[in-house]
């Protein structure tokens, strides 16, 4: 079935970085996009961006520009999140999503089980 | 960006009871509006896709419609499965953007 996996619990200090994974499974890889989300505590879901594992086109949220960095490597199935330059509101449960298209439209499925990332001093 | 304003924030209902959520876009969106379901601790799962799409292994009590600006999702009769926080997100242009969530609570 198809499966994101992503990593474990994060905990970091302002101003440090964070490198989320996410390796998926079940699907081809390269066919289909990843989308990164996030969601503060107690908070609603905040779209971060998008990366194209067939070619490396990103798309990010004008609020994180500069600060957050999407990759993937197509060996290992795997789409990572970059995250630098961190402040305390960026705790959060961080999650990926395989993106689906179909003509012009697209949405977000399955979705990977989250990663607590915090950011403490 | 595209707003999405979601009503009610909050809602009490019953097993069995008709439950409607509504997704207001701030501009036209056509039918670019994709609802999901997120339960405590867990992530989010697709519902609906297109505005009116139902997702594969969900449900045929939930149903969504609309296009435009307005759309709705509708649950039929609530199981106590169904007790959860619901999002719309709009697929029309990005930044993508979410309303800020449904809190469905047992009456």
């Known amino acids: 079935q198809v499966q994101l996996v992503q990593s474990g619990v994060e905990v970091k200090k302002p101003g440090a970085s964070v490198k989320v994974s996410c390796k998926a499974s079940?699907?081809?890889?390269?066919?289909?996009?990843i989308s990164w989300v996030r969601q503060a505590p107690g908070q609603g879901l905040e779209w971060m961006g998008w990366i194209s594992p067939n070619n490396g086109n990103t798309n990010y949220a004008q609020n994180l520009q500069g600060r957050v960095t999407m990759t993937t490597d197509t060996s290992t199935s795997t789409a990572y999140m970059e995250l630098r330059s961190l402040r305390s509101d960026d705790t959060a449960v961080y999650y990926c999503?395989?993106?689906?298209?179909?003509?012009?439209?697209?949405?977000?499925?399955?979705w990977g089980q989250g990663t607590l990332v915090t950011v403490s001093s | 960006d595209i707003q999405m304003t979601q009503s009610p924030s909050s809602l009490s209902a019953s097993v069995g009871d008709r439950v409607t959520i509504t997704c207001r876009a701030s501009q036209s969106i056509s039918s670019y509006l994709n609802w999901y379901q997120q339960k405590p601790g867990k992530a989010p799962k697709l519902l609906i896709y297109a505005a009116s799409s139902l997702q594969s292994g969900v449900p045929s009590r939930f149903s969504g419609s609309g296009s435009g600006t307005d759309f709705t999702l509708t649950i039929s009769s609530l199981q106590p499965e169904d007790f959860a926080t619901y999002y719309c997100?709009?697929?029309?242009?990005?930044?993508?953007?979410f309303g800020q969530g449904t809190n469905l609570e047992i009456k």
């Open positions: 997100q709009q697929s029309f242009s990005t930044p993508r953007t």
């Open positions: 999503a395989r993106v689906l298209v179909v003509a012009a439209a697209n949405w977000f499925d399955p």
């Open positions: 079940g699907y081809t890889f390269t066919s289909y996009g």
